[in-house]
T-cell receptor, first 109, second 116 residues
Framework: GQNIDQPTEMTATEGAIVQINCTYQTSGFNGLFWYQQHAGEAPTFLSY??LDGLEEKGRFSSFLSRSKGYSYLLLKELQMKDSASYLCAVMDSNYQLIWGAGTKLIIKP | GAVVSQHPSRVICKSGTSVKIECRSL??????MFWYRQFPKQSLMLMAT?????????EQGVEKDKFLINHASLTLSTLTVTSAHPEDSSFYIC????????????FGPGTRLLVL
């Protein structure tokens, strides 16, 4: 079967760095997405990785290793507004999205 | 975890025809489902909130007569794109709400619509 695993919840301190991991097993691979979702709002696109390596975009970076079926989202200089759920999703060989359950990130002062 | 399915996974239709997309929660009841639209590498845009047994709530700018939503049961919501045009080509994603907290949404795999 296909599945995406990511931690249910993480806690970090304002100003610190946090890494949210995502492992996947899917039939085929056409890219991995990270979204941020604040409560009551639609998910916001953060990143898309289809090749191995690190993609940096401001305070957020996303890493992919296709051979390991692994990705992480790295958030630097954490701000209180970063408190949200972070969703990992993989597009399979049929261009269908397989969603992780999301990681709730709690930022403490 | 909770599973949400969509059918069909992809559809190609001629301009002017109508297309129905189904969203099902397979192992839980969902009184609320959401319909999103996504363009490549962009954020999901909420189109409407579907409530079982009542009329859907549409976001500003979404034509309710063009995107018909029916939430007939606690496990099924349908989105019908009426008189589809090429600009309606997109990736349509539904999600189902388990419980009362909007952060516990479970997303479907999406339906790719291509209108020729």
């Amino acid at each position: 079967g296909q599945n995406i695993d990511q931690p249910t919840e993480m806690t970090a301190t304002e100003g610190a760095i946090v890494q949210i991991n995502c492992t996947y097993q899917t039939s085929g691979f056409n890219g991995l997405f990270w979204y941020q979702q604040h409560a009551g709002e639609a998910p916001t696109f953060l990143s898309y990785n289809v090749l191995d390596g690190l993609e940096e975009k401001g305070r957020f970076s996303s890493f992919l290793s296709r051979s390991k079926g692994y990705s992480y989202l790295l958030l630097k200089e954490l701000q209180m507004k970063d408190s949200a759920s972070y969703l990992c999703a993989v597009m399979d060989s049929n261009y269908q999205l397989i969603w992780g359950a999301g990681t709730k990130l709690i930022i403490k002062p | 975890g909770a599973v949400v399915s969509q059918h069909p996974s992809r559809v190609i239709c001629k301009s002017g025809t109508s297309v129905k997309i189904e969203c099902r929660s397979l192992d839980f009841q969902a009184t609320t489902m959401f319909w999103y639209r996504q363009f490549p590498k962009q954020s999901l845009m909420l189109m409407a909130t579907s409530n079982e047994g009542s009329k859907a709530t549409y976001e500003q700018g979404v034509e309710k007569d063009k995107f018909l939503i029916n939430h007939a049961s606690l496990t099924l919501s349908t989105l019908t794109v009426t008189s589809a045009h090429p600009e309606d080509s997109s990736f349509y994603i539904c999600s189902a709400l388990q419980g009362d907290h909007r952060e516990t949404q479970y997303f479907g795999p999406g339906t790719r619509l291509l209108v020729l």
